[in-house]
Structure formats: structure tokens, C-alpha cells
């Protein structure tokens, strides 16, 4: 694993005018784990469900991914995001890539919910995080059961085993 200080990269800089030469270090964005995260998750903010993996996610529709869920006997996983949230950007390429994460996700009602725009279907997740959870974290992760009830809460982190144990208590019988 990389630490954060094996992103940088030294550069010699150039003498200019009065300035000498003088060593520059820049940052350089890490290697993604898995490059084809961005390809799988282009444009799934422009249809109502798409899949991933094998989990089929529902997009900004809590009332649908409720309604799945009674139907199904399911929990419902809910992801609070945002377009511009790096983090969240992280947990779709890093951590949604697990194997055992996406067995775990495949037992949910799974449901991205955007809160950073202005329109009214993320002022409305936005609303609805606030409400329910007192927070606008993001990414924030809920566990709800199929009739509504809150199971669990967890924000991010980069622990595998934390999430996937996160997961696993809203499966608990």
C-alpha cells in the first residue's frame, strides 16, 4: 500500500531570473487499484437502476428502493453521496470492488442517494439525511430493514474488514 508521501515526486526546477535551481516535490495522484471503476460507473447518475458488479443499484429513489425491499424481504443498504465527493469516489473504486463486499451488497436493496446539487431529487436525499440522521457526512452508509426501521449508520473508511463487518450486522437474524 502506498503512504501518502510516496506521492510525491521530486522535480529539479529550472533557474528563473534571480531564483536559483531548487528541488520541487509535486504531488502525483496514486494508481487506482482497479482502473475500470471509472468505466463501470460513468453515467449511472442518467437511468433509475443500473448494476455493478452483480449489485443493481437503484439511483435517488429511496421510495423505490423501500418498496423493493418489502417486496423482497431484503434490508436496504443506503450510500449518501455526492458528484464531487472524492471519497465516495474511492469507496465505488476501492472498496464496492471487493469480493466479499459485493457478496454482502448482493444480499441488500442497494441505493445511491446524491445530497451536493441543487435540484430537487438531492435536496430531498439531502433532506432525508438530515432528518433521519442528523448529519450530512459523505459518504455516510445506512442499514434500514424492509419495514423502515434504522439498523446502522457508518461513515467512511478505508478498513475492509470494519465495512464488511458494518455489512454484515444488518444480515444478523
Not at 36 to 60: C, L, M, P, Q
Not at 82 to 88: I, L, M, P, R, V
Request: hydrophobic residues 35%.
Amino acid at each position: 500500500m502506498l503512504s501518502p508521501l510516496d506521492c510525491f515526486q521530486s522535480h529539479e526546477r529550472e533557474s528563473v531570473g534571480d531564483r536559483s535551481a531548487r528541488e520541487e516535490r509535486r504531488w502525483v495522484s496514486p494508481p487506482l487499484q482497479d482502473d475500470s471503476y471509472r468505466e463501470k460507473w460513468a453515467n449511472t447518475h442518467t437511468s433509475t437502476t443500473f448494476e455493478i458488479d452483480g449489485v443493481t443499484w437503484i439511483n435517488d429513489d429511496y421510495s423505490l428502493a423501500l418498496s423493493e425491499a418489502q417486496k423482497s424481504g431484503k434490508p436496504i443498504f443506503v450510500d449518501f453521496t455526492g458528484y464531487t465527493c472524492t471519497n465516495c469516489r474511492w469507496i465505488e473504486r476501492n472498496m464496492y470492488s471487493q469480493p466479499e463486499v459485493i457478496e454482502l451488497l448482493k444480499k441488500y436493496v442497494t441505493v445511491q442517494l446524491h445530497t451536493d446539487r441543487r435540484d430537487d431529487v438531492n435536496r430531498r436525499n439531502r433532506q432525508m439525511q438530515i432528518d433521519r440522521l442528523n448529519s450530512i457526512d459523505l459518504p455516510t452508509f445506512v442499514l434500514f430493514t424492509p419495514e423502515d426501521s434504522l439498523i446502522a449508520v457508518t461513515v467512511f473508511t478505508r478498513d475492509v474488514e470494519k465495512f464488511t463487518t458494518f455489512l454484515k450486522a444488518g444480515l444478523a437474524d
